[in-house]
C-alpha cells in the first residue's frame, strides 16, 4: 500500500497513524498526492489534527520533546525518500522509548538527525542574513529562497523581535509565506513571484545608505573571500540588500 498525504507534517503524521493502525509490514511507501506511481494500490490519507496530535504526544511521552524536534526538523528537509526513513525512526522510537536518542548505531536514524541538523544549520543561517524592506503601506517584507522549508521554525524568532510590526517572509521556492499581524501568525500561499516590490521612500534612501556603509567599512587588505562565503553563501546573496550588486 501507498499512503499519499497533503505535503505537510501534519498531513504526514496522518498518514503515519492510518498506516500504524491497518499494519506496518504492508506500507510500500508514503508520498505527497500527485506523485506518481507505476505498481502498487494508493491509499489518500487527509490531514487529521486529532491523528497528527496523537502520534506526537505518545512520542514526547515515551521519548521525549528532542526526538519530536529531530523528526519535524528532518521532515522540513525535504528529502526525496523521507517517508519511508521517517515512518521507520518513528517505529524504532517507539520501540527503543527513553533508550532512543543514544542509539546512533542504525544508520537510517543517524541519517534523518543529519537531515534534521541541515534544516537547523540553514535556519541558524538565515535568521542572520534574512533582510527586511518596509513596503510603501508601512509593512515589512523579507523574499528568501532557501534549500530546507525553514520559514516555519524561523518565524517565532521574529515574533519576539518585531511583535509590533506587520511582517511577511516570502518563501520564492515553494510558494508560500509567513504573515504576521496584529499578534496573529498564519502560513499563506503567494502563487506568483513577486516582480517588483514598492518600496517605502524611507525604504530606498536607507537601502543606499546601508549598501555605501557596507562598502565603505570593508578593508581590502583584509579581504577573505573563503571567510565570507562560509558565513554568507552565495545562493543567499541576491536577496541581501548590500550584496546584490556583487559578482557571483
Known amino acids: 500500500m501507498i499512503y499519499t498525504y497533503d505535503g505537510t507534517f501534519f498531513g504526514f503524521l496522518s498518514a503515519v497513524f492510518d498506516a500504524w493502525h491497518i499494519g506496518l509490514d504492508h506500507v510500500e511507501d508514503i508520498k505527497i498526492m500527485g506523485s506518481t506511481f507505476l ?5 489518500n490519507v487527509y490531514t487529521d489534527e486529532k491523528k497528527a496530535q496523537r502520534i506526537l504526544t505518545a512520542l514526547q511521552t515515551k521519548c521525549g520533546g528532542k526526538t519530536c524536534h529531530v523528526l519535524y526538523y528532518a521532515f522540513l528537509a525535504e528529502q526525496p525518500d523521507r517517508g519511508m526513513k521517517l515512518l521507520r525512526y518513528i517505529r524504532q522510537a517507539f520501540h527503543l522509548k527513553d533508550e532512543f536518542l543514544s542509539h546512533l548505531s542504525d544508520e537510517e536514524i543517524w541519517e534523518v538527525r543529519k537531515w534534521a541538523q541541515k534544516t537547523g544549520n540553514e535556519r541558524h543561517k538565515l535568521l542572520g542574513l534574512i533582510r527586511f524592506q518596509e513596503l510603501s503601506g508601512g509593512m515589512l517584507y523579507s523574499r528568501i529562497n532557501p534549500t530546507c522549508c525553514v520559514v516555519p521554525v524561523m518565524a517565532p524568532h521574529f515574533v519576539r523581535r518585531l511583535p509590533g510590526e506587520e511582517w511577511v ?3 520564492i521556492r ?3 509565506g509567513i504573515w504576521y499581524e496584529g499578534g496573529v501568525l498564519s502560513i499563506i500561499e503567494i502563487p506568483r513571484p513577486l516582480q517588483q516590490i514598492d518600496v517605502s521612500d524611507e525604504e530606498a534612501a536607507f537601502t543606499a545608505l546601508w549598501k ?3 562598502q565603505t567599512i570593508a578593508i581590502g587588505e583584509r579581504s577573505n573571500e573563503g571567510l565570507r562565503r ?4 552565495k545562493k543567499y546573496w541576491p536577496y541581501i540588500v548590500e550584496m546584490r550588486n556583487e559578482k557571483k
Do not use: V
Not at 505498481?39 to 491509499?43: I, T, V
Not at 562560509?230 to 553563501?233: E, I, L, N, V
Open 39 to 43: 505498481f502498487g494500490e494508493e491509499r
Open 169 to 171: 517572509i516570502h518563501d
Open 174 to 176: 515553494r510558494h508560500m
Open 212 to 214: 555605501k556603509y557596507y
Open 230 to 233: 562560509r558565513f554568507m553563501p
